[in-house]
T-cell receptor, first 115, second 116 residues
Framework: AQTVTQSQPEMSVQEAETVTLSCTYD???????LFWYKQPPSRQMILVIR??????QNATENRFSVNFQKAAKSFSLKISDSQLGDAAMYFC????????????FGKGTKLSVKP | EPEVTQTPSHQVTQMGQEVILRCVPI?????FYWYRQILGQKVEFLVS????????KSEIFDDQFSVERPDGSNFTLKIRSTKLEDSAMYFC??????????????FGSGTRLTVV
C-alpha cells in the first residue's frame, strides 16, 4: 500500500527563521507527483508547492522550497523567512500517474510561528 | 483568482437522514473530486468524477454515497442515510486537466458535517 509519513506532528519556528517539515513516502511506482498543502484555521486546503518525480531539480515557490530525495523517498518542505501567516497544518501528499484522483495525504504537521 | 465554492459551510443532521453537500467547481475545470477529513485525522479520497461518471472511488465510497453533476455548474455529494461516523469535513476539489495532473487540485473551503 502506498503511504505518506509525516513524522513531526507539531513544529515551531520563530518569525523570520527557517523551518523544515519532513515527509517520506513509500511507493514502487515511477510516475508520481508530490505536493505540499497548507490548511490554515479556515480549514481550506491550499496548494503550496508541487514536484514531479521525474524532475531532479527541487521545486521552489518564493519562500517555499523542497528537498526531493527520490532514492530515499523523501520530500521535505523548507519555509524561509517564516511569517505569522505561515502558521497552519501542512500536509504532504502523493498522486500516482495512473491515478484518477486518489491523492494520498500524510497525517499533517502543525506549524506554529512565534513572533 | 477562481475558487471552488462549497455550501453549506456547516450542516447538522440527524442520524439516518439524507444530506446533500454542494460544490461549484471552477468553471473551466473538467475533473471533480470529493475528499473528507475526520477531525484530527488525515484527508482521505472519496471519489473522482469526469465526463458525468465516476472515474475512481475509494473503499469509503460505498452504496450510501453518490455523486452527481445535475447541471453545468454544480457537483453534489449525497449521503443517503447518515451515520455518526460520517461526521467530518468534506472537501470538494477540481482540476483543469487530466486527473493525474501535476498541477494539483484546487480545493474548496469544505463543509463541516455533524451527524447527531
Amino acid at each position: 500500500a502506498q503511504t505518506v509519513t509525516q513524522s513531526q506532528p507539531e513544529m515551531s519556528v520563530q518569525e523570520a527563521e527557517t523551518v523544515t517539515l519532513s515527509c517520506t513516502y513509500d511507493t514502487s511506482e515511477s510516475d508520481y507527483y508530490l505536493f505540499w498543502y497548507k490548511q490554515p484555521p479556515s480549514r481550506q486546503m491550499i496548494l503550496v508547492i508541487r514536484q514531479e518525480a521525474y524532475k531532479q531539480q527541487n521545486a521552489t515557490e518564493n519562500r517555499f522550497s523542497v528537498n526531493f530525495q527520490k532514492a530515499a523517498k523523501s520530500f521535505s518542505l523548507k519555509i524561509s523567512d517564516s511569517q505569522l501567516g505561515d502558521a497552519a497544518m501542512y500536509f504532504c501528499a502523493i498522486l500516482y500517474g495512473g491515478s484518477q484522483g486518489n491523492l494520498i495525504f500524510g497525517k499533517g504537521t502543525k506549524l506554529s510561528v512565534k513572533p | 483568482e477562481p475558487e471552488v465554492t462549497q455550501t453549506p459551510s456547516h450542516q447538522v443532521t440527524q442520524m439516518g437522514q439524507e444530506v446533500i453537500l454542494r460544490c461549484v467547481p471552477i468553471s473551466n475545470h473538467l475533473y471533480f473530486y470529493w475528499y473528507r477529513q475526520i477531525l484530527g485525522q488525515k484527508v482521505e479520497f472519496l471519489v473522482s468524477f469526469y465526463n458525468n461518471e465516476i472515474s475512481e472511488k475509494s473503499e469509503i465510497f460505498d452504496d450510501q454515497f453518490s455523486v452527481e453533476r445535475p447541471d453545468g455548474s454544480n457537483f453534489t455529494l449525497k449521503i443517503r442515510s447518515t451515520k455518526l461516523e460520517d461526521s467530518a469535513m468534506y472537501f470538494c476539489a477540481s482540476s483543469e486537466m487530466t486527473a493525474s495532473t501535476r498541477y494539483g487540485y484546487t480545493f474548496g473551503s469544505g463543509t463541516r458535517l455533524t451527524v447527531v
